[in-house]
Nanobody
Framework: QVQLVESGGGLVQAGDSLRLSCAAS????????MGWFRQAPGKEREFVAS????????RYSNSVKGRFTISRDNTQNTVYLQMNSLEPEDTAVYYC????????????WGQGTQVTVSS
């Protein structure tokens, strides 16, 4: 099992920046990728960004591309999500996720951190 703990959420104003952190523990040696998802009330959880643990390859949703940056610290088993130019539409609970080795889907999830962006 991989345990994930998010931090860094909060209430900010439109245009502000925020950096989320996710610390992984447990069977971190089995991770192949980490990522961020978000879910707003009444909506499905959606993909935000991911990063491959081996080569650092990244992927972003169209809605955040150019504004958000995902990065990793292999030594600390930590992934970050730098969020710039935040918009009210970014308001959601943000979840950290990990994909195991030889797995095609993210299977480990954190409990989430609330990000609220006011106009």
């Amino acid at each position: 099992q991989v345990q994930l703990v998010e931090s860094g959420g909060g209430l900010v104003q439109a245009g502000d920046s925020l950096r989320l952190s996710c610390a992984a523990s447990g069977r971190t040696f089995s991770m192949s990728a980490m990522g961020w998802f978000r879910q707003a009330p009444g909506k499905e959880r959606e993909f935000v960004a991911s990063i491959e643990w081996s080569d650092g390859g990244t992927r972003y949703s169209n809605s955040v591309k150019g504004r958000f940056t995902i990065s990793r610290d292999n030594t600390q088993n930590t992934v970050y999500l730098q969020m710039n130019s935040l918009e009210p539409e970014d308001t959601a609970v943000y979840y950290c996720a990990a994909r195991g080795l030889y797995r095609s889907a993210f299977g480990s999830w954190g409990q989430g951190t609330q990000v609220t962006v006011s106009s």
